[in-house]
């Protein structure tokens, strides 16, 4: 907040800008009925790049079929889906013009990167492996008392093993979608990630499913 007359907003907010040819579910056609033809207005690209993949802000860890292993932070970043409506509002533009940026704090939780590049920094990523180990109970041999079964694919503490013909399923982690739960906690002990992969682990389970997106305006 600037002043009285400025204000920020930022939020996930799953309008998809790519939707439009569906005419029958066009969140723009219909947000812009209601709101008087012609009145609502859009910002269709949140950042100053005709590169589609900057203005992705979804955040996922498979593709759908397989796990995404990549080393690459922006390989993690899908749909450009969170578009504002405004009317009446009137963008600031600060000194470095911009359109309404779109954080990729997946390449900031990187070792040295913007949110993990001090102690006081690194202390609130080492805070969740706290969480974590707290969250377990008393250890077990293995497991642990609030998730006595550990899943031999990813070493993940779990509440349940379910039987099945070929092989056991474990459900309820401690945190899901890892893929080394012990590589995941030593990156989280160490307060940074030295992998894109643990890095959109840590903000897919923790933080949240999309990038932040942020657009300045006048009131």
């Known amino acids: 907040m600037v002043s009285v007359n400025q204000a920020i907003m930022a939020g996930d907010f799953n309008v998809d800008y790519n939707d439009r040819d569906d005419k029958d579910h066009d969140a723009y056609l219909v947000f812009t009925n209601f709101f008087g033809k012609g009145g609502a207005s859009l910002l269709n690209v949140w950042v100053n790049s005709d590169n589609p993949a900057d203005n992705y802000t979804a955040v996922r860890l498979s593709n759908g079929r397989q796990p995404i292993m990549s080393d690459n932070v922006n390989d993690y970043r899908y749909l450009a889906i969170d578009n504002l409506f405004s009317r009446g509002l009137n963008a600031v533009e600060p000194p470095a013009a911009y359109g309404g940026p779109v954080y990729n704090l997946l390449g900031g939780l990187r070792q040295g990167g913007f949110l993990v590049n001090s102690p006081a920094k690194r202390a609130v990523i080492q805070s ?88 300045r305006f006048t009131i």
């Open 128 to 215: 969740f492996r706290n969480a974590i180990i707290t969250a377990l109970g008393n250890p077990l041999n293995p497991g642990f008392e609030n998730y006595p079964h550990i899943c031999p694919k990813n070493k993940t503490p779990s509440k349940t093993r379910k039987r099945e013909v070929d092989s056991d399923y474990y459900v309820g982690p401690v945190i899901g979608g890892l893929h080394d739960y012990n590589a995941y906690l030593t990156d989280l002990n160490n307060g940074h990630f030295t992998s894109a992969r643990r890095a959109a682990e840590f903000y897919r389970n923790s933080i949240s499913d999309h990038l932040p997106v942020v657009y």
